[in-house]
Nanobody, 122 residues
Framework: QVQLVESGGGLVQAGGSLRLSCAASGRSFSTYVMAWFRQAPGKEREFVAAISGTLSPYYVDSLKGRFTVSRDNTKITAYLQMNSLEPEDTAVYYC????????????????WGQGTQVTVSS
């Protein structure tokens, strides 16, 4: 069983940066794939990025270069660094975990955090 708690969201001006954290519990954290999704009002939840236990990152093409996913297995935490934020990035950001790489569909991830709101003002 894995429990996930996101933090680091907030209100930021366009062009600014935020770093989201996802604190996990569970003995096998280092082997899990950790992913980030986001959901804007009225839209479906969409994949943002993921990182494997061996630190291989994967990004949705549209966000490459602005967002960076990382993890610290000693702190049992995953991160999402978001730079050059745009109003279109406004959404609730969720952390998710899976024992293996399952792709970019939210329904395939087993464990979820409660989400953290990111609001980017223009």
């Amino acid at each position: 069983q894995v429990q996930l708690v996101e933090s680091g969201g907030g209100l930021v001006q366009a062009g600014g940066s935020l770093r989201l954290s996802c604190a996990a519990s569970g003995r096998s954290f280092s082997t899990y794939v950790m992913a980030w999704f986001r959901q804007a009002p009225g839209k479906e939840r969409e994949f943002v990025a993921a990182i494997s236990g061996t630190l291989s990152p994967y990004y949705v093409d549209s966000l490459k270069g602005r967002f960076t996913v990382s993890r610290d297995n000693t702190k049992i935490t995953a991160y999402l660094q978001m730079n050059s934020l745009e109003p279109e990035d406004t959404a609730v950001y969720y952390c998710a975990a899976s024992r293996i790489w399952v792709g970019v569909r939210s329904r395939d991830y087993t464990y979820w955090g409660q989400g953290t709101q990111v609001t980017v003002s223009s």
